[in-house]
Protein backbone atom coordinates (compact mmCIF):
# COMPACT_ATOMS: atom_id res chain seq x y z
CA UNK A 1 0.00 0.00 0.00
CA UNK A 2 1.61 2.97 -1.00
CA UNK A 3 -0.18 6.65 0.12
CA UNK A 4 1.04 10.08 -0.73
CA UNK A 5 -0.10 13.44 0.64
CA UNK A 6 1.52 16.86 -1.31
CA UNK A 7 0.33 19.73 1.26
CA UNK A 8 0.24 22.57 -1.85
CA UNK A 9 1.91 25.25 0.35
CA UNK A 10 4.57 23.05 1.94
CA UNK A 11 5.53 21.23 -1.21
CA UNK A 12 6.74 18.04 0.85
CA UNK A 13 6.13 14.89 0.44
CA UNK A 14 4.92 12.29 2.71
CA UNK A 15 4.72 8.89 2.17
CA UNK A 16 3.95 5.71 3.94
CA UNK A 17 5.27 2.34 2.24
CA UNK A 18 3.09 -1.13 3.71
CA UNK A 19 4.39 -4.11 2.24
CA UNK A 20 3.84 -7.36 3.50
CA UNK A 21 6.30 -10.21 1.84
CA UNK A 22 5.60 -13.14 3.71
CA UNK A 23 4.88 -12.79 7.44
CA UNK A 24 6.38 -9.78 7.77
CA UNK A 25 5.68 -6.06 7.42
CA UNK A 26 8.01 -3.27 6.47
CA UNK A 27 6.37 0.15 7.87
CA UNK A 28 8.46 3.53 6.74
CA UNK A 29 6.53 6.72 7.83
CA UNK A 30 8.82 9.41 6.58
CA UNK A 31 9.33 13.10 4.83
CA UNK A 32 11.11 14.14 1.55
CA UNK A 33 11.22 17.92 0.57
CA UNK A 34 12.15 20.69 2.93
CA UNK A 35 9.05 22.61 2.51
CA UNK A 36 9.95 25.05 0.50
CA UNK A 37 8.35 24.85 -3.63
CA UNK A 38 11.70 24.52 -5.52
CA UNK A 39 13.92 22.48 -7.58
CA UNK A 40 17.30 20.93 -6.06
CA UNK A 41 18.65 17.39 -5.55
CA UNK A 42 19.91 16.21 -2.12
CA UNK A 43 18.92 14.55 0.59
CA UNK A 44 15.35 13.90 2.47
CA UNK A 45 15.64 17.25 4.59
CA UNK A 46 17.06 19.51 1.75
CA UNK A 47 15.34 18.70 -1.59
CA UNK A 48 13.04 20.78 -2.92
CA UNK A 49 9.88 19.53 -4.74
CA UNK A 50 7.28 21.89 -7.05
CA UNK A 51 4.09 20.06 -7.04
CA UNK A 52 4.66 16.14 -6.49
CA UNK A 53 1.92 13.98 -7.81
CA UNK A 54 2.05 10.61 -9.08
CA UNK A 55 4.51 7.86 -7.07
CA UNK A 56 5.46 4.33 -7.88
CA UNK A 57 7.81 1.86 -5.88
CA UNK A 58 10.59 0.46 -7.86
CA UNK A 59 10.00 -3.37 -8.22
CA UNK A 60 12.70 -4.04 -5.72
CA UNK A 61 10.80 -1.88 -3.54
CA UNK A 62 14.10 0.15 -2.73
CA UNK A 63 13.50 3.60 -4.70
CA UNK A 64 10.15 5.72 -4.83
CA UNK A 65 9.53 7.36 -7.93
CA UNK A 66 7.66 11.02 -7.76
CA UNK A 67 6.40 13.11 -10.86
CA UNK A 68 7.83 16.23 -10.16
CA UNK A 69 4.90 18.45 -12.46
CA UNK A 70 6.02 21.85 -12.13
CA UNK A 71 10.04 20.95 -12.20
CA UNK A 72 8.77 19.16 -14.98
CA UNK A 73 11.23 16.28 -13.80
CA UNK A 74 11.09 12.69 -12.60
CA UNK A 75 12.23 12.22 -9.15
CA UNK A 76 14.10 9.32 -8.03
CA UNK A 77 14.57 9.07 -4.04
CA UNK A 78 16.59 5.93 -2.49
CA UNK A 79 14.80 4.68 0.33
CA UNK A 80 18.18 3.51 2.07
CA UNK A 81 19.16 6.98 2.57
CA UNK A 82 16.58 9.33 1.59
CA UNK A 83 18.74 10.76 -1.39
CA UNK A 84 16.68 12.31 -4.29
CA UNK A 85 17.99 12.82 -7.51
CA UNK A 86 16.79 13.65 -10.97
CA UNK A 87 15.72 10.71 -12.79
CA UNK A 88 14.05 11.83 -16.19
CA UNK A 89 13.67 15.49 -17.77
CA UNK A 90 15.60 18.90 -17.89
CA UNK A 91 13.20 20.97 -16.43
CA UNK A 92 12.43 22.72 -19.59
CA UNK A 93 9.30 22.80 -21.83
CA UNK A 94 9.85 22.01 -25.47
CA UNK A 95 8.46 18.57 -26.24
CA UNK A 96 11.85 16.35 -26.55
CA UNK A 97 11.91 12.76 -26.00
CA UNK A 98 15.71 11.38 -26.25
CA UNK A 99 18.13 10.83 -23.40
CA UNK A 100 16.70 10.98 -19.97
CA UNK A 101 18.39 13.52 -18.72
CA UNK A 102 17.91 15.61 -21.60
CA UNK A 103 14.33 14.96 -22.61
CA UNK A 104 11.53 17.25 -21.45
CA UNK A 105 8.30 16.87 -19.83
CA UNK A 106 5.72 19.36 -20.08
CA UNK A 107 3.64 18.73 -16.52
CA UNK A 108 4.30 15.10 -15.91
CA UNK A 109 1.43 13.89 -13.25
CA UNK A 110 2.24 10.31 -13.26
CA UNK A 111 4.79 7.47 -13.04
CA UNK A 112 4.21 3.32 -13.12
CA UNK A 113 7.09 0.46 -13.06
CA UNK A 114 7.31 -1.79 -15.84
CA UNK A 115 6.51 -5.35 -14.01
CA UNK A 116 8.50 -6.62 -16.89
CA UNK A 117 11.71 -4.71 -17.01
CA UNK A 118 13.43 -3.56 -14.10
CA UNK A 119 14.59 0.01 -13.66
CA UNK A 120 11.92 1.18 -16.48
CA UNK A 121 9.00 3.22 -15.96
CA UNK A 122 6.09 4.95 -17.94
CA UNK A 123 5.47 8.01 -17.50
CA UNK A 124 2.47 10.21 -18.27
CA UNK A 125 2.78 13.69 -19.17
CA UNK A 126 -0.36 16.29 -20.03
CA UNK A 127 -0.46 15.28 -23.41
CA UNK A 128 1.09 11.83 -23.71
CA UNK A 129 2.90 8.56 -22.58
CA UNK A 130 6.19 7.75 -22.59
CA UNK A 131 8.68 5.00 -21.25
CA UNK A 132 12.31 5.40 -20.21
CA UNK A 133 14.81 2.41 -19.95
CA UNK A 134 16.80 4.20 -17.87
CA UNK A 135 18.59 5.58 -20.61
CA UNK A 136 16.58 6.88 -22.83
CA UNK A 137 13.05 8.79 -23.30
CA UNK A 138 10.75 7.51 -25.81
CA UNK A 139 6.94 8.16 -26.95
CA UNK A 140 4.23 5.70 -26.84
CA UNK A 141 1.19 7.56 -27.42
CA UNK A 142 0.19 11.08 -27.66
CA UNK A 143 2.17 14.10 -28.42
CA UNK A 144 2.73 18.01 -28.26
CA UNK A 145 -1.08 18.98 -27.89
CA UNK A 146 -3.79 18.01 -25.52
CA UNK A 147 -6.81 16.95 -26.80
CA UNK A 148 -9.12 13.48 -27.76
CA UNK A 149 -8.42 11.34 -30.19
CA UNK A 150 -7.54 7.22 -30.08
CA UNK A 151 -5.16 6.24 -32.31
CA UNK A 152 -1.46 4.55 -32.72
CA UNK A 153 1.67 6.42 -31.31
CA UNK A 154 1.94 10.39 -31.94
CA UNK A 155 -1.79 10.23 -33.92
CA UNK A 156 -3.21 9.70 -30.49
CA UNK A 157 -3.98 12.34 -28.16
CA UNK A 158 -4.88 13.27 -24.66
CA UNK A 159 -5.06 15.57 -22.15
CA UNK A 160 -4.04 15.22 -18.57
CA UNK A 161 -2.42 11.84 -17.85
CA UNK A 162 -3.10 11.20 -14.19
CA UNK A 163 -2.60 7.37 -13.50
CA UNK A 164 -1.19 5.11 -14.96
CA UNK A 165 -1.33 0.64 -13.94
CA UNK A 166 0.72 -1.67 -16.25
CA UNK A 167 -1.26 -4.91 -16.66
CA UNK A 168 0.49 -7.70 -14.71
CA UNK A 169 1.12 -9.48 -17.99
CA UNK A 170 2.62 -6.10 -19.07
CA UNK A 171 1.10 -5.99 -22.56
CA UNK A 172 -2.10 -3.17 -21.55
CA UNK A 173 -1.20 0.07 -19.90
CA UNK A 174 -4.73 1.92 -18.23
CA UNK A 175 -4.39 5.14 -17.72
CA UNK A 176 -6.81 8.03 -16.57
CA UNK A 177 -7.25 10.31 -19.33
CA UNK A 178 -8.70 13.59 -16.58
CA UNK A 179 -9.13 16.59 -19.38
CA UNK A 180 -11.37 14.05 -21.18
CA UNK A 181 -13.10 12.29 -18.44
CA UNK A 182 -12.51 9.15 -19.50
CA UNK A 183 -10.39 5.86 -18.54
CA UNK A 184 -8.43 4.68 -21.70
CA UNK A 185 -5.77 2.14 -22.56
CA UNK A 186 -2.68 1.14 -24.55
CA UNK A 187 -1.69 -1.64 -26.20
CA UNK A 188 1.76 -1.48 -25.64
CA UNK A 189 2.53 -4.22 -28.44
CA UNK A 190 1.34 -1.81 -30.73
CA UNK A 191 1.60 1.34 -29.02
CA UNK A 192 -2.52 1.78 -29.83
CA UNK A 193 -4.28 4.40 -27.37
CA UNK A 194 -7.98 3.43 -27.14
CA UNK A 195 -10.87 4.49 -24.99
CA UNK A 196 -12.11 1.52 -22.56
CA UNK A 197 -15.33 0.41 -23.81
Known amino acids: MLRVCDVPRAQYLAYVILTARGLWMR ?83 SVCADPFRPNSYFIGDISSIRSCDGETVLLIAGGESTGYKDGVGAKANASSVYALLCASDGQTLYFSDCGNFRLRCVDLKTDRQNSLR
Open 27 to 109: LVVTTFGCGKAGYSDGRHSEAKLNRPTGLCLSLDGETLMCADGLNRRIRRIDLSDGLGSTYVGSGQTEFKNGARLESNLHHPF
